[in-house]
């Protein structure tokens, strides 16, 4: 199966621009989406289909694509934004198998 | 507001059974697909599960294919998943998750999460 990789950690400034990345050889064919999960509650999608938001989630938060490389990108990051970011996305054995990436937990200082 | 709401998790037995439901409401449930995923202690998310709307298509991940069995109720709105065989290493919250792929199949992603049952498989 494949496998998507993420950096274990991120901070950013309070107000700042951050991007969390997701690499693998999935994300050539098919496009990433992002959840944020904080601690103690179940993950919230924030970015679905490489770069759709759901109804409900600011537009600081975006997402593109490029190669094998998808970006979750905080334009002012916020307090609230602080958690574990996971990005998914098909994998490329089929059969309807879906892959996450490992997290990235962000820090707002 | 969309509800999914999980339970039937505890503590089990290596070998040991255990089923976990999952109700939902508000939204057209027979007409969605469905997922269940896990969450190993202080680790990242996996998926383990899916079931198509009318029940006819299921796959699993292969950590689980062979001992797991998803199904559903449409009538009572309820997706289920039996553990049987069941590891230490299945240890996790399991989260029913609705999935979708948007318009097309170049994506799958979940957008509906319960709050998670806790499974504990130990001696």
């Known amino acids: 199966s494949s496998e998507l990789t993420q950096d274990p950690a991120v901070s950013v400034a309070l107000g700042q621009t951050v991007r969390i990345t997701c690499q693998g050889e999935s994300l050539r064919r098919y496009f990433a989406s992002w959840y944020l999960q904080k601690p103690g509650q179940a993950p919230v999608l924030v970015i679905y289909a490489k770069d759709n938001r759901p109804s409900g989630i600011p537009d600081r938060f975006s997402g593109s694509s490029s190669g094998n490389t998808a970006s979750l990108t905080i334009t002012g990051a916020q307090a609230e934004d602080e958690g574990v970011y996971y990005c998914?996305?098909?994998?490329?054995?089929?059969?309807?198998?879906?892959?996450f990436g490992g997290g990235t937990k962000l820090t707002v200082v | 507001e969309v509800q999914l709401v999980e339970s039937g998790g505890g503590l089990v037995q290596p070998g040991g059974s255990l089923r976990v439901s999952c109700a939902v409401s508000?939204?057209?449930?027979?007409?969605?697909?469905m997922n269940w995923v896990r969450q190993a202690p202080g680790k990242g998310l996996e998926w383990v599960s899916y079931?198509?709307?009318?029940?006819?298509?299921?796959y699993y991940a292969d950590s689980v294919k062979g001992r797991f069995t998803i199904s559903r109720d449409n009538a009572k709105n309820s997706l289920y998943l039996q553990m049987n065989s069941l590891r230490d290493d299945d240890t996790a919250v399991y989260y029913c998750a609705r999935g979708d792929d948007g318009d097309g199949s170049v994506s799958y992603y979940y957008d509906y999460w319960g709050q998670g049952t806790l499974v504990t498989v130990s001696s």
């Open positions: 508000i939204f057209t449930f027979r007409t969605y697909e």
């Open positions: 079931i198509s709307p009318s029940g006819s298509t299921i």
């Open positions: 998914n996305s098909r994998d490329n054995s089929g059969n309807h198998q879906v892959v």
